[in-house]
């Protein structure tokens, strides 16, 4: 008797403090055994969405306990590619999130005890979006070339680093027009105008990603105008007496646009006479005996540039009789 009336008081009471109304609240709060200590109430927080590899903050700080204290914080990732926490015991601990190709989500749980050791758990996700490297376009080193000669423009080491580069389109963006052999591959080829005097092209290479993320760079090509063969700077007429010796000397041959690289003399007429450094550019000889009053012999130098172009010349030298 006695214990159906405490029961029946405890109604009455629960009946004025809510207000006997059929609300949900109501409802919860009867469950919460009203007499005995209460549960906490754990939040985790709204559901997210963040960027890959970023640094995020959960929040659990608005988990309350309505007749107490939260004393401990459980975070615990329940699904989706690890996220490492700073702690997971702190009430808004921050997660960085992994780095991806695809959007993923990642779960989480936040379990909240109370100084009565009870326990409530609330869920969240976290949405972690890719973001895009933007591919990056290599149009490879200057070039340096020659009138007429043929030009590749290679853009093989363009490279996207979470991707791949899905295109290629060249352009030209200065210097005298010039004929692509193609503009929507790795590499293509053009034939260098013929200039006087050397002239800059300029070729842009735009790259773009499978995930229509865009690169761009420049190559310049310099022309300069066809080789010029080297210049051979000697005399073409000389005298000696018989038996004595003649250096014919080249030294002041010259290469306009670049620089001679060998020489090379050959007798061509008269009595043959052993040349000596003929392969440099002073060449000597002794002249030869001869039957006559004079004779003549007839030699060539040639001298060739660093790029094979050569220059040449021929000396005649009259041998007189002592
Ligand atoms: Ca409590
Ligand atoms: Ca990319
Ligand atoms: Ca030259």
């Known amino acids: 008797m006695r214990t159906l009336k405490h029961c029946l008081l405890v109604l009455v009471s ?6 006997c109304s059929d609300s949900d609240d109501a409802g919860e709060q009867a469950q919460q055994s009203p007499t005995g200590p209460q549960k906490p109430i ?8 963040v960027n890959e590899m970023t640094k995020v903050r959960l929040d659990g700080s608005k988990s309350k306990d ?31 999130t ?6 993923v989500t990642l779960k989480f749980s936040l379990l909240v005890t109370d100084n009565d050791g009870l326990v409530h758990e609330d869920h969240i996700q976290v949405t972690v979006n890719p973001v895009n490297d933007l ?3 290599n149009a490879g080193e200057d070039i340096d070339t020659r009138s007429e000669r043929s030009v590749v423009l290679k853009g093989m080491l363009s490279k996207d680093r979470d991707g791949f580069v899905k295109s290629y389109e060249w352009s030209q963006s200065s210097g ?55 210049v051979v700077v000697i005399d073409e007429y000389w005298e ?18 670049g620089r001679i690289v060998a020489y090379q003399w050959k007798q061509l007429g008269g009595t043959r006479v052993l040349l000596n450094n003929d392969q440099s550019e002073a060449m000597d000889f002794i002249a030869p005996h001869v039957k006559g009053r004079q004779e003549q012999l007839r030699f060539e130098v040639i001298a060739t540039d660093n790029e094979k172009k050569e220059g040449r010349k021929v000396v005649t030298v009259v041998v007189k009789k002592r």
């Open 240 to 257: 000696v007496k018989e038996k004595k010796r003649l250096l014919l000397d080249a030294a002041d041959s010259y290469d306009k646009d």
């Open 42 to 49: 754990a939040n985790a927080g709204g559901d997210l969405v």
């Open 66 to 96: 309505p007749d107490g204290q939260i004393v401990s914080y459980r975070w615990k990732q329940t699904s989706g590619q690890i996220a490492q926490f700073n702690d997971k015991t702190l009430p808004a601990p921050i997660i960085s």
């Open 135 to 137: 591919p990056v376009a």
């Open 14 to 19: 629960c009946c004025f403090l809510s207000g």
């Open 176 to 230: 005298p027009t010039v004929k692509l052999s193609s503009l929507n591959s790795v590499q293509t080829t053009f034939k260098a105008p013929d200039v006087k005097q050397t002239t800059k092209l300029e070729f842009s290479l735009k790259v773009v990603d499978g995930e229509g993320g865009v690169g761009e760079d420049k190559v310049i090509v310099s022309v300069r105008p066809k080789n010029v063969a080297p």
């Open 98 to 103: 992994p780095r991806l190709t695809k959007a």
